[in-house]
């Protein structure tokens, strides 16, 4: 239940908030993104740009969490060590902490 939950309640918040951070802070295009968030690219221009997924406010602990996650999806991704099985489990990660 508890993965139902986020996904219906967070995951479009998590997800543009990741979004945003990559793309921001870290300068990531928009179709790394889409890759990384198995997304299309209108839908990570929607998350960055606010036209799509912030009507969650998460609390600090997540967001955090979501600062973290970023670190690392950028980390392994220019190390070439980035997976979908990797970003899955942050995910996960980010999900437990709800």
Do not use: W
């Not at 839908?43 to 690392?72: F, M, W």
């Amino acid at each position: 239940m508890r993965c139902e939950k986020f996904v219906n309640e967070y995951l479009s918040a998590v997800r543009a908030d990741i979004a945003y951070i990559l793309y921001k802070e870290y300068d990531m295009t928009q179709v790394e993104i889409s890759h990384i968030l198995d997304i299309s690219q209108p839908a990570v221009s929607q998350y960055i740009y606010g036209e799509r997924g912030k009507t969650t406010d998460l609390p600090d602990h997540i967001e955090n969490a979501i600062e973290e996650v970023c670190k690392d999806i950028y980390r392994q991704s220019e190390a070439q060590e980035l997976t979908q099985e990797k970003i899955d489990d942050m995910i996960c990660e980010i999900c437990k902490k709800i």
